[in-house]
Each structure stands twice: as structure tokens, then as C-alpha cells.
């Protein structure tokens, strides 16, 4: 496996790395615990040194899974974790986490829990989850600075943020990297966001890089998904969305062929393709797709393949907002 830098900093993980949040959230139905322990394992014997975690997945179940999972591997992982969701409280307690808070004390009590769920003494690379506007970003950067010095933090991270945040952030504390969505299906980061990483020397990490499983190929206007399962809420995902972009896919397809490759490897050697500093975290709980998504870090495209994706891409017209409209207001604040 290949390996990157996140940015101008002294960063680098393998040149994809695992998500781990569909291990026991938002895609059910999931996997016993004895199994994604082993998947986790695995993935570090392929060459997988990074891995993003959270602890509204589950809640708190996910961050436990990895920690337990990496604990005699630690030395040889990068693990990233988030704080940013207020716990819902009485009733509400296994409601789905949708309150922020990024005030001083709420981050330092979510890193101290974070500690222990991953067996860890420091977190390698700490996001805030969602900007929250009740709290100045400067507050927050200064206080991830606090528990850099600490040594309870190595680097800082930031999700979904808006470029004027990133600047404010990145003056108080240097931002490590971004993570938010980004995909062939998926190209807002490239108006403002990716310039301005490039600029403020920060990495970026794509997540959902397979359009939540889309642009595998697997799923179609046929799919049925529980209501459980987070993509049922998502208007890309209704049947007539999905028929409309199933063109996209197409072309993966259709250029996969020519590299004896899968339209997810195509997927995921394009992101590899557009920067040096980005790091894309696809998701997996099969050790078929975690060997097939590692894969993809061997692909080269060439300069004309890359034109013909982009030649391709750029008629056809996505169909669907990637979020509600209640989520979509949470994002590039």
C-alpha cells in the first residue's frame, strides 16, 4: 500500500483508508463484533494504516470496536475520531444524535471518553464533527491546541466546514485535514474547498467516496433499503434518482473494463488521481470489498482516461440532493 501525507503536515497513512461507522451504524443489518474485529486486523495486514471512527456511531459501540480492535496494532495505525453531537438525554436517549456542541468542556469531556474507548493515550488526528455556530471556531481550535500541548491530541481536523472556517480555524490551531464528501458522484469541493486546501497546505479526506455504495454498481432503482438504513432518508437515493444516475455508473463501468478493474476501484482511483493530499476512507464490512477497495491504490489513469471520465461526467446531470433539507443546513458553515 502506498502511503501520503495529509497536507504540508507530518502525517501519512496509507493512500486509502477504512471507515468504520456502517460497522455498527447507519447501514444495517450489521456484523457480529468478532467478525469486524477481524476485518479491522486484516485490513492492517493489507497496508491499511488509517482509520475513522466517531463517537456518535453507535453511539460510543464504534469507537469501542476499534479500540479493541487495533489495541495490539496500535503502534502501526493512524486513528481519527470526532467530537461535536450533545447526547440526546432521558427518553431521547436512543434517538439519533442531531444537537451540537463544540464548548470547551463538552470537547475535552468527549476526548477523555474517547481515550478510554480506544484504548489509546492520544488520538492521532481529532475532527470537529459539524461546525457549530453557537461556539466560535477560534474557541474550538484553541482548545484542540490546549490538548495537542497536552499530548492527548496529535492532530486537528475539521468535517463539512465552509472555507471562511477552515481560514479561522486554521490561524488559531493548523488544520490537519478536512474530511467531507466527495466523489465522482459527488464534485462541490472542487469551486472553493480544494483550492483552498491546496493554499493553506491541508489534507482531505473524501468520505462516502463510493456515493454510499452507488457507484460500486451493486445497487439499482430495484434496491430495496430498510428504514433503518440512512440512505432511505436521502433524495439521491429514491428509486427514480437512482435510475437517473445509474449513467454515471455506466462510465465507470465502461472505463473499469478497459482496466480490468470494478467501477468501484475506477471510483476511488479517480479521487487518488485528483490530489496527492487526498485520502480517500471508503467503508466496508466484507473482506471482499475491503481487498477490492485496496486494490483501486494500484490504478494509475492515465491522462486520457481521465480526460474521457471527465469529458463523460460533465453531461451528465445529477439527479437528487445528497441530504435532506434539515441535514444539508449542518454543512459548510
Wanted: glycine share 6%; charged share 25%; hydrophobic share 40%.
Amino acid at each position: 500500500m502506498q502511503k501520503r501525507k495529509l497536507g504540508k503536515s507530518d502525517l501519512e497513512v496509507s493512500a486509502i483508508g477504512l471507515g468504520c461507522m456502517g460497522m455498527t451504524f447507519a447501514f444495517p443489518p450489521f456484523p457480529e463484533k468478532k467478525e469486524m474485529i477481524s476485518l479491522l486486523r486484516t485490513a492492517v495486514e493489507r497496508g491499511v494504516t488509517f482509520f475513522d471512527t466517531a463517537e456518535v456511531y453507535g453511539p460510543y459501540t464504534n469507537e469501542e470496536l476499534v479500540g479493541e480492535a487495533l489495541a495490539p496494532l496500535r503502534n502501526e495505525v493512524v486513528i481519527a475520531t470526532k467530537f461535536g453531537f450533545k447526547p440526546p438525554i432521558g427518553s431521547e436517549a436512543n434517538s439519533r444524535w442531531s444537537e451540537l456542541d463544540s464548548s470547551p468542556e463538552h470537547i475535552r469531556k468527549v476526548v477523555e471518553g474517547s481515550l478510554k474507548r480506544l484504548r489509546t493515550d492520544v488520538i492521532d488526528l481529532l475532527y470537529q464533527h459539524r461546525v457549530d455556530l453557537e461556539v466560535p471556531i477560534e474557541d474550538v481550535a484553541g482548545t484542540v491546541n490546549e490538548l495537542i500541548r497536552e499530548g492527548k491530541v496529535k492532530h486537528f481536523g475539521l468535517s463539512e466546514a465552509s472555507v471562511k472556517t477552515i481560514r479561522r480555524a486554521h490561524a488559531v490551531q493548523p488544520v490537519t485535514a478536512l474530511q467531507s464528501e466527495y466523489s465522482i458522484w459527488w464534485r462541490k469541493p472542487e469551486e472553493e474547498i480544494l483550492p483552498a486546501l491546496k493554499e493553506l497546505g491541508i489534507g482531505f479526506v473524501p468520505f462516502s467516496p463510493l456515493g454510499r455504495g452507488f457507484l460500486t454498481g451493486k445497487i439499482t432503482e430495484e434496491t430495496k433499503f430498510d428504514k433503518t438504513d440512512f440512505r432511505s432518508n436521502l433524495p439521491r437515493f429514491t428509486a427514480e434518482a437512482r435510475k437517473a444516475n445509474q449513467s454515471l455508473v455506466n462510465l465507470l463501468a465502461k472505463v473499469a473494463i478497459q482496466k480490468n478493474a470494478t467501477p468501484a476501484q475506477l471510483a476511488l482511483a479517480w479521487l487518488l488521481a485528483q490530489k496527492p493530499w487526498i485520502v480517500p476512507i471508503p467503508g466496508t464490512t466484507k473482506l471482499n470489498r475491503l481487498e477490492e477497495n485496496i486494490e483501486a491504490a494500484s490504478f494509475n489513469l492515465s491522462v486520457s482516461e481521465l480526460r474521457e471520465i471527465e469529458e463523460t461526467a460533465s453531461k451528465i446531470k445529477i439527479e437528487g440532493a445528497r441530504y435532506p433539507e434539515n441535514l444539508e443546513r449542518t454543512v459548510n458553515r
